[in-house]
């Protein structure tokens, strides 16, 4: 059986919308190498209120944590509000996938989850396009 994936809640959305970039180098391909690992049929994912798979090597993953802690709480908050998921669950990655197009994307809530994001207009760009 395959190990689950540790995930915040709000990664699915930058997972969505990642095309290559990032906060450095590496941290971009150890996200290209989580992603393949998501997309592999039947893949399950942990969500997470703390750091993830995709954190560990972000530069802003602090000893403390996340140095974007206050925003980041708020975008995993807003994700199990509109998904009705819960931290501790363990989902799918296909089936979180689609939950988030269901109850985000399709109901026009993505710009109220992460408008303020530093990455939001590649994200909300496409979104548009
Ligand atoms: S900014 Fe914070 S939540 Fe986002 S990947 Fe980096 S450590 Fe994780």
Redesign the pocket.
């Known amino acids: 059986m395959m190990d689950e994936i540790l995930l915040?809640p709000?990664?699915a959305l930058?997972i969505r919308f990642f095309e290559g970039k990032g906060?450095s180098s590496e941290?971009t391909k150890h996200?290209a190498g989580v992603i393949e690992k998501l997309h592999k049929p039947g893949q399950c994912v942990a969500l997470v209120d703390k750091?993830?798979e995709?954190?560990k090597k972000?530069?802003?993953?602090?000893e403390d944590?996340?140095?974007?802690?206050r925003k980041?709480q708020r975008y995993d908050g807003n994700v199990i509000d509109m998904t009705g998921l819960s931290y501790g669950e363990r989902i799918d990655f296909g089936k979180l996938q689609d939950l988030m197009e269901s109850r985000i994307m399709a109901v026009g809530r993505f710009r109220d989850l992460c408008g303020d994001c530093g990455w939001a207009s590649i994200c909300h760009k496409k979104q548009e396009e």
């Open positions: 915040r709000h990664h930058c906060y941290f996200m750091e993830d995709i954190c972000c530069p802003n993953h602090l944590g996340c140095s974007q802690k980041v």
